[in-house]
């Protein structure tokens, strides 16, 4: 995950709690991808913080540390060794067809496409591959991704020699929360989030602004649950009153306001114990730095064995 600084709602939903579950059936590895950060954003400055920002989400949402070991890109020197070796494995026409490139080119607006943009699936392929990921969860913008990746695996194994698996996506179920503005995806450029670490009266006041059924104009008005974002967000939060919310919206015995308010009270509800433990590590910080000092020892050391099996049968020495 790339290290935006504070987490929302859709990365819960859509990554984090499928990487929490994951802890207890797989060997789990998460990667703070600071260098894809540079992908979009050349300022540095609060890489770090933004890093040690998420972290402690994801330590907060349930991440164990003792499980499933975290660590920054940068700090593993492997991860631009592969990089650089995967990047002649594929071509730049493969690499323009990529859909979530388009959609992020259109998306922010980027009038030309720096190389290293092009190229980061095959830094993720690196990312994935070095650790020998059989599974990787994900979000469905990253579907492609995985896609690349075990093309890349297969033509390495093909052209080298049996080293990579070729992993699989695994997607959530909810595997995208829409924006509180109504677009299909939350994201921060966008501004329509919802943060993990916000306070009851925020997600209340962020949700009294949320775009509805445009048709509902007032509380008489029959609605269209199916349409409405916040309709999704009860079906995640607040699962068992979904039937007699929809009937309520349909009928239009139960109006927009009230509607949006029992969905903050559940979603504040559902995140009361995230922002106990995230207000714990906020106040033991020198925790979360040696969890990811941990991490990184754990994490070069595979990545070092790796590379050098990579370097075996390339017979570069
Ligand atoms: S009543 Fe609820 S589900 Fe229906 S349109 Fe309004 S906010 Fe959406």
Redesign the pocket.
């Known amino acids: 995950m790339r290290p935006t600084g504070k987490l929302h709602i859709g990365h819960l939903v859509g990554a984090l709690e499928n990487w929490v579950a994951l802890q207890n059936d797989y060997e789990n590895y998460h990667l703070i991808a600071d260098y894809h950060a540079l992908t979009t954003n050349l300022e540095t400055a609060e890489l770090y913080q933004n890093s040690i920002d998420m972290l402690i989400d994801w330590l907060a949402a349930g991440i164990d540390p003792q499980k499933s070991p975290v660590f920054r890109q940068s700090q593993i020197k492997e991860h631009t060794e592969l990089f650089l070796i995967f990047s002649m494995l594929i071509t730049t026409a493969r690499l323009e067809r990529n859909p979530t490139l388009k959609d992020q080119v259109r998306d922010l607006n980027i009038e030309n496409v720096i190389y290293g943009h092009l190229g980061y699936p095959v830094l993720q392929s690196a990312d994935i591959l070095l650790y020998k990921g059989d599974v990787v969860p994900v979000g469905e913008d990253q579907v492609p991704h995985i896609e690349i990746t075990r093309e890349i695996a297969r033509r390495f194994n093909q052209q080298y020699g049996d080293v990579f698996p070729e992993p699989e996506a695994k997607l959530t179920k909810f595997a995208r929360l829409p924006g509180l503005d109504g677009n299909a995806k939350m994201s921060k450029s966008a501004g329509n989030t919802l943060l993990l670490s916000e306070s009851p009266d925020d997600i209340k006041s962020k949700l009294k602004k949320a775009v ?2 445009p048709q ?1 104009i007032r509380k008489g008005d029959p ?3 199916e349409v ?1 974002l ?2 999704t967000y ?1 079906q995640k939060f607040n699962p068992a009153e979904t039937s007699e ?1 929809s009937s309520a ?1 349909k009928s239009g015995l ?3 306001v009230d ?2 308010m029992k969905a903050a009270a559940k979603i504040s509800e559902y995140l009361a114990p995230f922002r106990e433990k995230r207000s714990y590590y906020e106040d033991n910080l020198n925790e979360v730095k040696d969890i990811l000092k941990s991490g990184e020892e754990i994490a070069g050391k595979i990545a070092n064995q790796t590379i050098n099996e990579v370097r075996e049968v390339m017979k570069l020495g």
């Open positions: 509805t059924d509902k609605g269209r649950p409405c916040v309709y009860h919310i919206c139960l109006g927009c509607c949006k």
